[in-house]
């Protein structure tokens, strides 16, 4: 017959049970953390379907949502304001003040057609020395090439950009001087 007694411990027995004990504690600390780790990842998946439900019963309720819609400014010089208006319904949506730099206005900006702006573009990126080429002339030349461009003046004919660089005494653009 075998009965459970009390039985006295050698050393080498207690340092086997106390490492047993060591690794037991260590399962029990890692199956902690990861149950932890767990339950917050599911804790956030629920928080994240909960606002997700929210927001959607919102929309329903309400029966709209915000999305991007393409708008235009409207200046209103007379009233000194700016509306914001829908592309789309012609809303107003927003309507401010002007401030002082918009009541002024752009004076020279006026819409171009896209493929005018690109040939500006492209030209304002060569530079100015391929633009203009000035080469040595004389008194009598430069005197002559202002009187031309007198002349020109007087008839009230428009000149174009190219035209209206003015010589510079001792130099004269190249090319003809109208």
Request: aromatic share 4%; with cysteine.
């Given at each position: 017959?075998?009965?459970s ?42 928080d ?100 031309t ?10 000149k ?19």
């Open positions: 017959m075998l009965r007694l009390p039985v006295l411990l050698a050393d080498d027995e207690i340092k086997i049970l106390g490492e047993t004990l060591a690794r037991k504690d260590r399962e029990k600390r890692n199956l902690e953390a990861e149950k932890k780790l767990n339950a917050q990842s599911f804790k956030d998946k629920i994240t379907l909960d606002e997700d439900m929210r927001s959607l019963a919102t929309t329903i309720r309400d029966g709209r949502e915000y999305r991007p819609v393409e708008c235009r400014e409207e200046f209103n010089y007379e009233r000194g304001i700016i509306e914001v208006m829908r592309v789309d319904t012609g809303e107003v949506v927003e309507q401010r003040r002007m401030t002082e730099s918009e009541r002024q206005g752009k004076l020279f900006e006026r819409e171009q057609p896209s493929e005018q702006k690109e040939q500006t573009a492209e030209a304002s990126e060569q530079p100015a020395t391929d633009e203009l080429h000035a080469e040595p002339v004389d008194d009598d030349e430069f005197e002559a090439s202002k009187d461009s007198l002349s020109t003046k007087k008839a009230g004919r428009k174009k950009d190219s035209e209206s660089v003015k010589p510079i005494r001792g130099y004269l653009p190249e090319g003809p001087i109208v």
